[in-house]
DNA sequence: TGACAAATGTGAACAGTGTTCACTAGTGTG
DNA sequence: CACACTAGTGAACACTGTTCACATTTGTCA
C-alpha cells in the first residue's frame, strides 16, 4: 500500500535532484553548453536514466520555468498589506518586490521569460501573477484612487513597465545604468503616478532626491485618500 | 587591380545571402532546430564552405542582432522634427517608432533583445540608440518641458518603458492583452509625462477615451509650454 | 602560353548532442 | 517459486558544429 508512497517519494526526490542540478549547470554554462549528458554524469545516473523522470530536455526546461515562476509570484504576491494602508502603497511595494525579486534573481527571471517560448505550455503561469496585480489595482480604483478605466489596461501598463526595467538589467548588466534604486524607483513611481486621481507630487525637483528609500518609498505614503502633498 | 573589389563584393553578396537566409530559416524552425547543415543545404553550398564566410555560427548570430539593431537605431531614429514642434512631441513620437518598429518586427526585436547575451560583442550597438534618446530628451529638459535631472536617469526610464510593453507583446502573443494601440499609449503617455514640469491632463477620464489616435496622440499636442488643460 | 599561388568549395572525419530500445538486475505481490 | 513491474544501462541512430586534407577554379606574372 503505502510502498506507492514511498516510491512516488523517491521518484519525486530524485526529480528534484535532477531539476536543482540542470538549474545550476544550466545558469553556470549558459544555455546551449548545458547538456543532457554532462546532466547525466554529475548526478551519476546514465544519460538514459533521466528519460524515466522526464520526457524530454524540453520538459526539464519547462519545469524550470515553472518553478521560477512560481517564485516569483510567490514573492511579488507575499506583500501583505497593513491594516488601513493606502491600497496605492500596496500595490506599489508589489510592483517594488516583482523587480526586486528579479534583480536579486537574475538567472530566475531569465529563465521565466527570456528562454523563449521553449516552455509556454502547462497551466500558463504568468497569468496567476497578473491576476494579483489585478486585484490589487482593483483595491485602487474601489478606494477611489484610481480612475476606473479598464483595470486590464491598467495592470498590462503597470506589469510592462516592470518587466521593462527588470529585464533590461537582467539582461545587459554591462551597460551603463544609473544607480538602480534611483531607476527602479523612477520607473514605477512614473508608471503609478500616473493613473492615480489625485496624483502626489513626485520627487523629481533637483538634487533632494529619495535615497536609500528602495522599497521603503511607498510604505511611507498617506494611509487615507488625500490631496496633493 | 579592382579584381579585388570585384572579389570582395562576391563575397559580401554571399555573406548576405547566408545572413539572409539564415534570418529567414531562423525565426522559422526557432533557434534550435535551426542547424549550420540546413542552412548550408538551402543556399545550394556544402557546410564546410560557410566557414569561408563565418567563423563559427555564433558569429552569425552577432552579425544578425548588429543588423537587427540597425534597423531599429534607423526606424527610431527616422521621426524628424517638424519645424517649431514642442520637444516633448519629437521625444513621444520617437518612443512610438521604436515601439512600432519592434511590434511590426517581432523577429528583429527577438533577435536583437532576447537572444541570449549570445552576441553582445562589437560596437556596443544599444549605444547608438540610447544616445538618440538621450538627446531629445535632453532638448526638452533645454526647452524648459522637464525637470533638469540627470537625464541618463529619464532616458532609462523610458527606454524601460518602451521596451517592456514592446517585450511582452512580442515574447507573449498569446497572452489576452488589451488592444495593443491603447496599451503603448498607456505607457508612454504615464512614463513620458510623469517627467513633465506642467505634465498635461491625460486622457484617463472614462469612455471619452483616445481611440485611433495611435501615432497622432503625441502630434497634436500644443506646441508651447502651456498650463495643464 | 605555361608555371605558380591564391581563393573557393568539398567529402570525410571527429567529438558531442538528444533520444530510443532491447536488455539486465532488483523488488514487492500473488 | 513465478510473475509483473520498476529503475537503470549500454549500444545504437540520426543529428549537430567544426576541422582538415584535398580538389578545383581563377588571376597573376615571367
Redesign the pocket.
Same mark, same amino acid.
Given at each position: 500500500?503505502n $510502498?506507492q508512497r514511498i516510491?512516488?517519494e %523517491?521518484?519525486s526526490e530524485?526529480r528534484n535532484l535532477i531539476l536543482g542540478t540542470a538549474r545550476k549547470s544550466f545558469v553556470r554554462e549558459g544555455y546551449e553548453?548545458?547538456?543532457?549528458?554532462?546532466?547525466?554524469q554529475k548526478i551519476?545516473?546514465?544519460?538514459?536514466? $533521466?528519460?524515466?523522470?522526464?520526457?524530454? %530536455?524540453?520538459?526539464i526546461f519547462a519545469c524550470l520555468t515553472a518553478e521560477s515562476f512560481d517564485l516569483l509570484i510567490k514573492a511579488s504576491s507575499a506583500v501583505v498589506p497593513e491594516p488601513d494602508e493606502d491600497p496605492v502603497s500596496v500595490l506599489k511595494r508589489g510592483i517594488h518586490a516583482y523587480v526586486a525579486f528579479g534583480l536579486e534573481n537574475p538567472d530566475h527571471y531569465r529563465i521565466a521569460f527570456l528562454l523563449g517560448g521553449r516552455a509556454a505550455k502547462g497551466p500558463q503561469r504568468p497569468r496567476a501573477a497578473y491576476e494579483a496585480l489585478r486585484a490589487r489595482i482593483q483595491r485602487c480604483i474601489d478606494g477611489g484612487r484610481m480612475f476606473p478605466v479598464d483595470p486590464d489596461l491598467l495592470a498590462q501598463s503597470l506589469w510592462a513597465a516592470a518587466h521593462g526595467v527588470t529585464s533590461l538589467l537582467v539582461q545587459r548588466p554591462s551597460f551603463p545604468w544609473v544607480a538602480r534604486s534611483k531607476l527602479v524607483d523612477r520607473v514605477i513611481d512614473s508608471a503609478v503616478n500616473a493613473l492615480l486621481v489625485h496624483p502626489q507630487a513626485v520627487s523629481l525637483g533637483g538634487e533632494n532626491d529619495n535615497r536609500n528609500v528602495k522599497k521603503i518609498s511607498a510604505a511611507r505614503n498617506p494611509k487615507r485618500v488625500a490631496g496633493r502633498a
Open positions: 500500500m $510502498i516510491r512516488e %523517491k521518484k530524485i553548453n548545458f547538456s543532457l549528458r554532462s546532466l547525466a551519476g545516473y546514465s544519460p538514459a536514466a $533521466i528519460y524515466r523522470y522526464f520526457k524530454s %530536455k524540453d520538459d
